[in-house]
């Protein structure tokens, strides 16, 4: 397991159109997907990195707490199978069904997705605003697997809340950290190690 940070995005960046296949209902999700949102909540996780197994109950309960506001979500995993099978499409869907996820989780086949976001690690969260520009980028809260820091989400939950509000996110913005994005062999980009 390689630790790795957040490549730290620039903020105002456009978000990338991306077309992705939900696991659990096989439907193309994209941006346009979410146009009626508000805000769109892009994150990048898998099933078997300890970061994620780590997150995954507060990953659950953002979706179920913010189900009902003006906000769209999606989780996209783009590790590679043949290295990670856990992470393969059927094994996420059961997570996403364990979970009683209420946003689409995705599969990037290609990858080209991962890169086009520049994700380097999972969990990664991009959050875009109303003109679907990046306005944050970095971690859940503080809490690692092991670290005894509380599980609670505060960091994105801020962020989410201020964009909501139409107001500033906070400009102090902390990576993610987690294990690295599975690339394929010889697919690595060049933001990666």
Known sequence: MALTPSTMLALSTAAPDFSLPDVVS???ISLATFADQQALLVMFICRHCPYVVHVKDELARLGQDYAKKNLGIVA?????????????PAQLKQMAQELKLTFPLCYDESQETAKAYTAACTPDFFLFGPDRTLVYRGQLDDSRPGN??????????AALEA???GQPVAALQKPSIGCNIKWKPGRAPAYFG
């Open 26 to 28: 096989g439907r193309k």
């Open 148 to 157: 005894g820091k509380p599980l609670n989400g505060c960091d994105l939950r």
């Open 76 to 88: 996209i995993s783009a590790n590679d199978v043949r290295s990670h099978p856990d992470d393969a």
């Open 163 to 165: 964009v909501l509000a």
